[in-house]
């Protein structure tokens, strides 16, 4: 029998509601939220540890650098065959995201969580980490990077993001679709996901700021950042990659300063690429230095460029990253 490392990290699945204060908050520790996943110890050997009982809004990118070192520990050992992380889902795709570009492993990381609290009817926590911990053990599971498990979905960290403020199905993959299920406590999956990316790095710059792109809106923000020190900025631009050309003299500021302008669509699908020849579109951004997102949400690219950075200063470097021949020169 397979043996799971189960790393609870707060969020919802860990919640309950405070009578005097008439919501949820932290409560549930990870014994207790084992205890509720019956008949488990059929399926796996289960090894509880606990990294943190935060709220997913009080995650860091420096906090999901620790946890990534946390669970190389147990990757690394000869006894653990898979893990499985629990997660509030608020920030649980760019958690999930950073695990998958760091950790380099064909065992099984699966992230979880889930969108009501132990003291709401049907609480999806139990099932939600019983999907997870079969998934984790699954032989085809292998190999596949970091998969995000919720309400018997299964998708790929590098495209999940959540969609629903509520729903129980919120994560979804726009452009692709889920990657696999959990049926019956049997895991199948649909696809292959695509070309992993791993990046071995001892520390994480998190001075990127994410700015979304509206209209009528000029350089005040980009300036705001540059002077402020940041090394990175990603812009969720209109549509195919354009922004309002009052935003391009920022632009060209903060590439004259060496510093990496990513461009990714605030669009829920699709992806960027330089169509538009005009002030501010993309085939103007793409003259003056502008790296292009493809696929990413802002978010996600957000974390991809600080990984980047805390690989490589060079701005031709870090496009390779982002584009890898994706878009013509």
């Known amino acids: 029998m397979k043996k799971i490392a189960v790393i609870f990290n707060g969020g919802t699945i860990s919640m309950k509601v405070d009578p005097k204060l008439k919501a949820a908050v932290p409560s549930l520790t990870g014994e207790e939220i084992m205890a509720m996943v019956t008949g488990i110890e059929g399926y796996a050997k289960i090894e509880s540890h606990t990294f943190s009982s935060l709220p997913s809004p009080h995650v860091t990118p420096e906090i999901m650098f620790k946890l990534s070192k946390f669970i190389k520990e147990f990757i690394d050992r000869e006894d653990i065959d898979g893990v499985v992380v629990t997660h509030g889902t608020d920030t649980l795709e760019e958690t999930a995201y950073l695990l998958d570009l760091t950790i380099n492993t064909e065992k099984p990381i699966i992230v979880t969580g889930s969108m009501r609290s132990g003291s709401e009817l049907g609480y999806d926590g139990p099932s939600n980490l019983a999907a997870s911990i079969c998934t984790a053990i699954s032989d085809e599971a292998r190999g596949r990077g970091v998969l995000v498990c919720l309400n018997g979905d299964l998708n790929c960290a590098s495209e999940v993001t959540k969609t629903n403020s509520m729903s129980l199905g919120t994560f979804k993959t726009p452009n692709f679709g889920p990657i696999g299920m959990v049926d019956n406590n049997k895991v199948l999956f649909y696809r292959n996901s695509n070309d992993k990316e791993r990046f071995d790095i001892t520390e994480l710059e998190d001075k990127v700021a994410l700015i979304?792109?509206?209209?009528?809106?000029?350089?005040?923000?980009?300036?705001?950042?540059?002077?402020?020190?940041?090394?990175?900025?990603?812009?969720?631009?209109?549509?195919?990659?354009?922004?309002?050309?009052?935003?391009?003299?920022?632009?060209?500021?903060?590439?004259?300063?060496?510093?990496?302008?990513?461009?990714?669509?605030?669009?829920?699908?699709?992806?960027?690429?330089?169509?538009?020849?005009?002030?501010?579109?993309?085939?103007d951004l793409r003259k003056i230095g502008v790296i292009f997102g493809d696929t990413l949400p802002g978010q996600k690219a957000r974390i991809k460029l600080m990984v980047a950075l805390s690989k490589t200063n060079d701005l031709e470097k870090i496009k390779e990253i982002f584009e890898k021949s994706l878009y013509t020169s």
């Open 212 to 283: 979304k792109c509206a209209s009528g809106m000029d350089s005040s923000f980009i300036d705001f950042a540059i002077d402020k020190g940041y090394k990175g900025i990603v812009i969720e631009a209109l549509g195919r990659g354009n922004i309002p050309p009052e935003m391009v003299s920022g632009v060209k500021r903060a590439i004259d300063n060496k510093i990496p302008v990513v461009v990714v669509s605030r669009c829920f699908e699709g992806r960027v690429c330089d169509s538009y020849g005009y002030p501010g579109g993309g085939k």
